[in-house]
């Protein structure tokens, strides 16, 4: 089965990485999808296949589409708690669940 994890460089997210293979019940894919190289980067060791650590834009529905295909379950970990020139409240928690809910619709997942 595979799982996707959004926003897998946070605490919640390598914790899920980290124990999600060896707790799961049936033998879970966890697939890490974060936003940039550095995150990709700092998560990479904490797969079992560096393949798994995917780079996604919530402004690309591609790429959010790409991450979900053949997903059972996404996880989604938005976020952030303060806003920085770069990135908003509105951007990094809404507009983010908003792309990948509207992904998991288009790929199927309940």
């Given at each position: 089965?595979?799982v996707a994890v959004t926003g897998a460089n946070s605490a919640v ?9 060896t707790a799961a019940v049936t033998p879970t894919n966890f697939v ?79």
């Open positions: 089965m595979k997210g390598r914790a899920i990485l980290r124990c999600g293979p890490a999808a974060v936003r940039s190289d550095r995150a990709a980067e700092q998560i990479r060791s904490q797969v079992s296949d560096a393949n798994d650590v995917v780079r996604i834009s919530y402004n690309n529905p591609g790429s959010v589409d790409a991450v979900l295909q053949g997903a059972a379950a996404v996880i989604h970990l938005p976020g952030i708690l303060v806003e920085r020139p770069d990135s908003t409240y509105e951007q990094a928690n809404v507009a983010s669940t908003r792309s990948v809910v509207e992904a998991a619709k288009r790929a199927a997942l309940q």
